[in-house]
């Protein structure tokens, strides 16, 4: 049997991989140039992911397959189990990956590279030194070998506390200093990055910013203050916030660039079209020199709030009135603590991008009353 075009997802089993696995899922190959619309319009007849793909009598000619990446471990999370009957996707372990890449009939089509550690309290610098580095780099490697589209997860814990702005400029690379090894490690591969005379023909390191949404309970004490937020209010009538650490903020009133989750998977999967379809926006034509087609880019909204304005869109979502309780900070987190993030998206914006981000109060809504109120 030929073997179809197939999507490399790293993470798959995480929160982000995961909805990048399902999107893929719901993609023809035909569709992704016309995806990049920058509207954020979805085109052709609406799809779900929901259905069971493994009962599909037939598959669209140009259906897409998905490598589904990720360590042992994460065969335990629900998330695992989302799309695993399905004919379409192919479950690996991180360490075979090369491997299989190698005796692959043909290469992806692209990379999508969400694997990492994602954890802003481990001390252990060997874990990110393999995980987030290591890793990232020997799939830059390939794709800049094979001539394939890499598309990687960098993080806003590259900016540390802020001081010197929120630019994804690649020029300013190296002035940034983050505030834990997790950010350090992020940091390093991008440096990484740009030292490289040898690069895969696009490629974008996507710096998320404060990202909630559905199936993300796995990560426990690592998971939104939207789903802890949620289980707080709907159990004991209340949340929990930190208070503050410094006098220039009040208790609550602390601000980060809240962004959903279904943005993430719009934006990668329009810079996915773009670098599959080549066409670059004449704005973005300076980000993407012939010679090193990649640039970071912010995943944000461009706009910051507090975590007062997200626990109130909470009670709003749950119709709770609001009742907040503000406690100390652990020291483990005092010293490493943003107390605001804000995503410039000139970047982003230049790339063709132009649908609006979801507001804070739309998103928890959705993901509170779809998601979570279903036990979901």
């Known amino acids: 049997m030929k073997q179809r075009p197939y999507v490399v997802v790293t993470g798959a089993h995480g929160f982000i991989g995961n909805h990048?696995?399902?999107?893929?899922?719901?993609?023809?190959?035909?569709?992704?140039?016309?995806?990049?619309?920058?509207?954020?319009?979805?085109?052709?007849r609406p799809r779900t992911a929901q259905v069971r793909f493994s009962q599909q009598s037939s598959l669209p000619p140009e259906s897409l397959d998905v490598w589904a990446v990720d360590l042992p471990e994460s065969m335990t999370r629900p998330t695992a189990h989302r799309f695993s009957q399905s004919g379409r996707v192919r479950i690996l372990y991180l360490n075979d990956l090369?491997?299989?890449?190698?005796?692959?009939?043909?290469?992806?089509?692209?990379v999508i590279h969400n694997g990492a550690c994602s954890s802003t309290v481990e001390r252990n610098p060997a874990v990110f030194a393999e995980l987030n580095v290591g890793s990232s780099q020997a799939l830059w490697k390939y794709c800049a070998e094979h001539s394939i589209p890499f598309i990687y997860a960098s993080s806003a814990a590259v900016?540390?506390?802020g001081l010197k702005g929120f630019s994804d400029s690649r020029e300013l690379t190296g002035t940034y200093k983050p505030l834990n090894l997790y950010g350090q490690s992020k940091l390093d591969f991008d440096a990484w990055a740009l030292e490289q005379t040898r690069a895969p023909p696009f490629w974008f390191g996507l710096r998320y910013?404060?990202?909630?949404?559905?199936?993300?309970?796995?990560?426990?004490?690592?998971?939104?203050?939207?789903?802890?937020?949620?289980?707080?209010?709907?159990?004991?009538?209340?949340?929990?916030?930190f208070k503050s650490n410094t006098p220039k903020y009040g208790d609550g009133d602390q601000?980060?660039?809240?962004?959903?989750?279904?943005?993430?998977?719009?934006?990668?999967?329009?810079?996915?079209?773009l670098s599959l379809g080549g066409k670059i926006p004449d704005s973005a034509k300076a980000l993407l020199p012939e010679a090193s087609r990649g640039c970071?880019?912010?995943?944000g909204t461009g706009t910051a709030r507090s975590w007062n304005?997200?626990?109130?869109?909470?009670?709003?979502?749950?119709?709770?009135?609001?009742?907040?309780?503000?406690?100390?900070?652990?020291?483990?987190?005092?010293?490493?603590?943003?107390?605001?993030?804000?995503?410039?998206?000139?970047?982003?914006?230049a790339l063709g991008y132009e649908?609006?981000?979801?507001?804070?109060?739309?998103?928890?809504?959705?993901?509170?009353?779809?998601?979570?109120?279903?036990?979901?």
Request: proline share 4%.
């Open 20 to 44: 990048i696995l399902e999107k893929m899922l719901a993609l023809d190959l035909s569709e992704l140039t016309s995806a990049a619309s920058g509207d954020g319009s979805q085109t052709g």
């Open 98 to 110: 090369t491997e299989q890449l190698r005796t692959a009939t043909h290469p992806p089509l692209a």
């Open 159 to 161: 900016y540390g506390d």
């Open 209 to 241: 910013f404060n990202v909630y949404g559905p199936f993300e309970g796995h990560k426990g004490g690592q998971a939104s203050m939207v789903f802890h937020g949620y289980q707080q209010a709907t159990r004991t009538g209340s949340i929990r916030l």
């Open 255 to 273: 601000v980060r660039d809240f962004v959903y989750v279904k943005d993430i998977v719009r934006v990668t999967l329009h810079l996915l079209a």
């Open 296 to 299: 970071f880019v912010n995943l």
């Open 309 to 349: 304005d997200l626990a109130a869109a909470v009670f709003d979502a749950i119709a709770v009135p609001e009742k907040i309780e503000y406690i100390l900070m652990p020291d483990n987190i005092a010293g490493q603590y943003q107390n605001y993030t804000c995503a410039d998206l000139t970047t982003l914006r």
């Open 355 to 376: 649908a609006p981000l979801t507001s804070l109060e739309q998103g928890v809504r959705e993901y509170v009353q779809r998601y979570l109120m279903r036990g979901l």
